[in-house]
Nanobody
């Protein structure tokens, strides 16, 4: 079992920045491809960003490309999401997720569907006011 705990959410004005962090425990972190998703009230869960096990490659959802950056620190068992130029439409609960990928390419495999992921955090609220 992998435990994921997100921190860093909050209320900010449009144009501001926030950094979300996800601390993991329970298994070998580098065995997991990691991702961030978000879910706004009344909407389906949306892919935000994913990062491969090695950290060398990343994938982003179209709505956040160029504004958000995902990164990971395999020594500290953490994955982060740097969010810049925030917009009111970024308001959502943000979730960290982990996909066991030990036998998949460390530098190529990234998952973009929520159905691909094995473990989820409890979520952290991000609210962007206009």
């Amino acid at each position: 079992q992998v435990q994921l705990v997100e921190t860093g959410g909050g209320l900010v004005q449009a144009g501001a920045s926030l950094r979300l962090s996800c601390a993991t425990s329970g298994r070998t972190f580098s065995d997991y491809a990691m991702g961030w998703f978000r879910q706004a009230s009344g909407k389906e869960r949306e892919f935000v960003a994913a990062i491969v096990r090695s950290g060398d490659n990343t994938v982003y959802g179209d709505s956040v490309k160029g504004r958000f950056t995902i990164s990971r620190d395999n020594a500290k068992n953490t994955v982060s999401l740097e969010m810049n130029s925030l917009k009111p439409e970024d308001t959502a609960v943000y979730y960290c997720a982990g996909k066991f990928a030990k036998f998949l390419s460390a530098s190529q495999y990234a998952a973009t569907s929520p159905h691909d992921y094995d473990f989820w955090g409890q979520g952290t609220q991000v609210t962007v006011s206009s």
